[in-house]
């Protein structure tokens, strides 16, 4: 199973954005992450636009050479902005006004039909679609259901309990994803995952069998104002077995 590192750049932008000028850009750290080995890029255009606007998506698209994922709320809006950009992948998330980041998993079982009409919309341009699921049964299924080809479980909980030096907690969510991962293979979805995975806590996630992409955001690009982005970046393939 290959593993590959999609950098999440969103907060490249946010640097620009607090001071709405045009540096930063985006596209230059993803040039750069992506010579230093990640698989491909991903970027959140938020309802909002607080960090990644709709230029950048477009400007990443004639740029990146790898994978772009783009993730976004499965909105009808959303939906025909990434038909118009092509992504390679789409990967649907919940999304809150006020949250300071994406707070958990989809809800796709008691959304099913929105996020399904969203699915077959993305695949009939080519899109692969994803969704960010809890690892949990009842999401697993409901992803099989709605015909997404991969889900991104979070791993937000793992991260928290191993912040708080929970080694219950660390091994009782590893042992989760590890299950949800074995149940989604084998009803035919592909497996990423990723939120909260940093330097230290990613080593009990990249043990986990049968995932094939990680996303990683803020520690990334946190370690990466201090070192540099390629310094970063491949500190991080590193970790994760690249
Ligand atoms: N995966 C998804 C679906 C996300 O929404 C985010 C945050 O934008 C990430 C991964 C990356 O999380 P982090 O920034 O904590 O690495």
Known sequence: MAKNLCVNIDHIATIREARKVREPEPVAAAIIAELAGCSGITVHLRQDRRHINDDDVRLLRYTVVGSLNLEMAPTSEMVQFAKTVLPNMVTLVPEGPNELTTEGGLNVDAKAAEVEAAVRALQSSGIFVSVFIDPKIDQVKAARKVGADYVEFHTGHYAEAFE????????????????QITLALKSGLKVNAGHGLNYRNIKGIAELSGIEEFNIGHSIIARAALVGMEKAVKEMLNLIGK
Request: aromatic letters at 0%.
């Open 164 to 179: 708080r030096h929970d080694e219950r907690g660390i091994e009782s969510e590893l042992l989760k994803l590890q299950d």
